[in-house]
């Protein structure tokens, strides 16, 4: 089993490699399942609704964030995946093509609109250094050697999770 989502969306001479079998080929997409599980992460941990909010009301969190800081969709999404992924402003001037300093001050802008994320993001952190783990969604424990990368551990473990169970079920 391949997990083409993976793949980067520009990398078509990889992607070109996969020629499925009209009677095997399966395609499955969890439409923002990160992003659902942050929005759940962030309600269950800190009573934080305002993602769980955006998402009940068809919104798109990628478009809210770049609306809220003035930007495209493409960098609100950047941005969101980013944080979520333990980046600072090196990462984000890095993905975005900007300089170090309008990336520290964009990251900045976004912690006002979103404070819950900073929060969320340092309790996945300060329990990775207390117990030396962080729990998925199914309570497995996984151990991250990099603190910021705490958070990441559990979206993404969570996400597995959850991606495979639905193809155990199929």
């Known amino acids: 089993i391949v997990n083409i989502q993976t793949i980067p969306r520009d990398s078509l001479d ?15 997409d969890y439409i923002a399942i990160e992003m659902r599980l942050l ?42 995946f980013s944080i979520v992924y333990g980046g600072g402003a090196k990462t984000i001037s890095k993905q975005l093509k900007i300089p170090g300093v309008e990336a520290y001050l964009l990251l ?38 990099d603190t910021r990368k705490a958070l990441n551990a559990v979206i993404q473990g969570s996400a597995a999770e959850i991606i495979k169970n639905a193809m155990l079920r199929s």
């Open 14 to 28: 990889v992607k070109s490699c996969f020629i499925p079998k009209l009677d095997l080929f399966v395609f499955a």
């Open 108 to 145: 900045q802008e976004f912690h006002q609109a979103r404070p819950g994320l900073k929060e969320l993001y340092d309790i996945a952190e300060q329990q990775l250094k207390l117990k030396g783990f962080v729990r998925t969604f199914e309570g497995r424990k996984i151990r991250p050697t």
């Open 39 to 80: 929005a759940y992460y962030l309600y269950e941990t800190i009573r934080d609704n305002s993602l769980l909010n955006e998402f009940n009301h068809g919104l798109d969190p990628h478009e809210v964030t770049a609306n809220k800081l003035g930007i495209d969709r493409t960098k609100g999404k950047t941005l969101n």
